[in-house]
């Protein structure tokens, strides 16, 4: 498993643990999308802004 491998699937489960406040951190910063963005959307908008605000 490469190195990158090794930190993208640490990074996963962190993400998997911290889903609560995501939800949290999303809902403060854009109120209404929810629930709806997700089912429109995916997860994988919310993933790449906790992402941001991680770094």
């Known amino acids: 498993m490469a190195v990158i491998d090794k930190i993208n699937s640490g990074c996963t489960e962190l ?6 406040s995501q939800v949290s951190i999303w809902d403060a ?3 209404g ?5 997700e ?6 908008s919310k ?5 941001s605000l991680l770094v």
Request: hydrophobic content about 20%; overall charge negative.
């Open 15 to 20: 993400m998997n643990g911290e889903s609560e």
């Open 33 to 37: 999308e929810g629930k709806q963005g």
């Open 47 to 51: 993933v790449a802004a906790s992402k």
């Open 39 to 44: 089912e429109k959307q995916g997860t994988g």
């Open 29 to 31: 910063y854009f109120p």
